[in-house]
Nanobody
Framework: QVQLVESGGGLVQPGGSLRLSCAAS????????MAWYRQAPGKQRDLVVFITGGGSTNYADSVKGRFTISRDNARNTVYLQMNSLKPEDTAVYYCYARNFPSTHWGQGTQVTVSS
């Protein structure tokens, strides 16, 4: 019933850009805080950024100034614009939705930054 479907991942060169999308269904989207997490092989899953229903945001220091989160409540979609990509950004990126006590995870999409 509840689905978070990520898209937009792929292979890019260092310094390049990529835009991820997460389409949600089965939730009242506008009431949820949405977030992007990422996980590299052998490492923990870390928060990249979140955006509340009211539009406030919080970015990890490693992506500040390079990544931008946005949401379109009319389309039940959250986006992650990634610019100036670095090899260290390589990871599986996961969409996350939370409205206490409910939480949901997407399947993940691979982002690889390599020359």
């Amino acid at each position: 019933q509840v689905q978070l479907v990520e898209s937009g991942g792929g292979l890019v060169q260092p310094g390049g850009s990529l835009r991820l999308s997460c389409a949600a269904s089965g939730i009242i989207f506008s009431t949820y805080t949405m977030a992007w997490y990422r996980q590299a092989p052998g490492k923990q899953r870390d928060l990249v950024v979140f955006i509340t229903g009211g539009g406030s945001t919080n970015y990890a220091d490693s992506v500040k100034g390079r990544f931008t989160i946005s949401r379109d409540n009319a389309r039940n979609t959250v986006y992650l614009q990634m610019n100036s990509l670095k090899p260290e950004d390589t990871a599986v990126y996961y969409c996350y939705a939370r409205n206490f006590p409910s939480t949901h995870w997407g399947q993940g999409t691979q982002v690889t930054v390599s020359s």
